[in-house]
């Protein structure tokens, strides 16, 4: 398969190579809702972390009982792989890569 239809260029001419979400650490994600704003694809949706444990760190502070939120990745297919997500998140966790040959 031709892998030139992967590759782009942008305004400039410059070579862009989309890079998709692939997963996102639930353990390093604050919930903020960052990444959520800036995609304009609806790829990511928030959850209640309990639903995927809850972390000895809430049990400690006290919050163990009420619902934190943690962003899972909801449409993967619909990613374009601007990378908008990624350079908002101020934890730094979701991965990205290009689409694989």
Known sequence: MDAAWM???TR???LWIPEYLL?????RCIGCGRCYKACSRSVLALVERESLHASEE?????????PRMVMT???AGDC???GACARVCPKKCQTHAPLAA
């Not at 997963?23 to 353990?27: E, I, P, Q, R, Y």
């Not at 809430?58 to 009420?66: R, V």
């Open 7 to 9: 590759t782009s260029t």
């Open 12 to 14: 400039n001419g410059n």
């Open 23 to 27: 997963a996102l650490d639930h353990k």
């Open 58 to 66: 809430d049990e400690e502070d006290g919050f163990a009982d009420e």
């Open 73 to 75: 990745i909801a449409n």
């Open 80 to 82: 374009i792989g601007c």
